[in-house]
């Protein structure tokens, strides 16, 4: 069975996870669209919480239930329902100004099995040493060198960037996009930017940057 790629829509915000499900679909059609999206990042939403937003139709009790007990029985993750209006009323007031929330900073170092996970942009003053992993909603900024496990991009996509003082990751994902060449062993030591470009990470000193 072909799974429509609308059927569900992950949406990050400031307060958390937003599912968009169109139910002019059938409701089989968005629960199996709900399960393989999560089971594509299922490391990511476990433990977490998802908000349910239908934007066609609306959902019965019974439907609720069904979500309810896939995520929590099968990726130990809870689920919350909004209202069409009120979601309508809280995003009229967030676009009126720019959240501090849509920023985290964090002063430290990232040790060997240690993480940071946030859904929107990480500013990070330490070093990500091999070993540690941070995933992000949006960009990433790290103040320090940078050697552990990054993936960008998780809600923005192929548009957020990664910068760092020191730029050897021994991963590096953008949205979709992961890096094939190994970078962790480069003796370059220049502030580096991370993009997406013609479907393919690129890496450009920040200095060159400026030219473009």
Known sequence: MRIPK????????????IALIDLSYSFNTVIKAIEKKISEREDFFRGGTIKFLPTIGTLTDLEKSEIENLLQDKFNINSEFIMKEDFEKRKIGEEKRISEKEFLIVRKILRSGQSIEFHGNVILIGDVNEGAEIK?????????????SVMAGI????????VATNL?????QIGDFILNEDISKRRKEIVSVALVE???IVIY????????
């Not at 809600?155 to 990664?162: M, N």
């Not at 050897?168 to 590096?172: A, D, Y």
């Open 168 to 172: 050897k990751p021994e991963r590096l």
């Open 6 to 17: 609308n059927a569900v829509n992950f949406k990050g915000t400031k307060d958390g996870i």
């Open 136 to 148: 992000v909603g949006g960009s990433l900024f790290v103040f320090g060198v940078l050697r552990g």
């Open 198 to 200: 013609n479907e393919n």
């Open 205 to 212: 000193p920040y200095k060159s940057m400026l030219k473009l």
């Open 155 to 162: 809600d923005s996509g192929k548009d957020a960037i990664v």
